[in-house]
């Protein structure tokens, strides 16, 4: 089984609406990331969180909203899509301390219409 | 900020070349670089590492070299195979408690057979 999961895999809703994207993993990790892939721009950082009770704005967090649920669970909600929302988004985790690995989720393919 | 940028954007190989991508980083405070991979439908996954203590670092066909001074590293593919062919992302940590990763915008590899 995956460690690092995400659902759905593929999204398609329409603008205005608010979606939910779910992260879970059974890595044991604290630290967990939400990234958008956008063509030619590489992994965005939009929100991270340390662990269940703190939880912190990236470089691209307008338009979103973040849950951590318990340690294994770590949702990303877009409150009111927009097409340029329209990209790949993973869910990553990692152990604490510098420079540890992050291991990826597989990714959410969203299209926002 | 930390800044990553990462060259060439496309590499096309023949199978059994070498293959070379560049990255240069602003903050010379990083001390964490790490090397993803990314197949098609899939998540980034680490291939190798690096960290500021050492100059190089080899595992079997890769390898990665840091030059601190220059701000600069590279990821080595020797003896390149089809299965190599990717997208491939360089990254750099911000050195503060956190590790927040910052990623260059990736380099699509094609190996042909």
């Known amino acids: 089984d995956a460690d690092v999961t995400q659902t759905p895999r593929n999204r398609i809703t329409k603008t205005g609406k608010r979606i939910m994207l779910e992260c879970s993993q059974t890595?044991?990790?604290?630290?967990m990331y939400w990234y958008r892939q956008d063509p030619g721009l590489g992994l965005r950082l939009i929100y991270y969180s340390f662990d269940v009770k703190d939880i912190n704005k990236g470089e691209i967090s307008d338009g979103y909203s973040v849950s951590r649920q318990a340690q294994a669970k770590f949702s990303l909600s877009l409150e009111s899509a927009i097409p340029n929302q329209t990209a790949l988004y993973f869910c990553?985790?990692?152990?604490?301390?510098?420079?540890?690995?992050?291991?990826f989720g597989p990714g959410t393919r969203l299209l926002v219409l | 900020g930390e800044n990553v940028e990462q060259h060439p954007s496309t590499l096309s190989v023949q199978e059994g070349d070498s293959a070379v991508i560049k990255c240069t980083y602003s903050d010379s405070a990083s001390n964490y670089f790490p090397w993803y991979k990314q197949e098609l439908g899939k998540g980034p996954q680490l291939i190798i590492d690096i960290r500021s203590n050492v100059g190089e670092k080899k595992d079997q066909r890769i390898a990665v070299t840091l030059n601190k001074t220059a701000k600069h590293f590279s990821l080595h593919i020797t003896e390149t195979q089809p299965e190599d062919s990717a997208v491939y992302f360089c990254?750099?940590?911000?050195?503060?408690?956190?590790?927040?990763?910052?990623f260059g915008t990736g380099t699509r590899l094609l190996v042909s057979p």
């Open positions: 890595k044991g990790h604290d630290r």
């Open positions: 990553a985790t990692s152990e604490s301390g510098q420079g540890g690995t992050q291991y």
């Open positions: 990254a750099a940590n911000m050195n503060t408690g956190f590790q927040k990763l910052v």
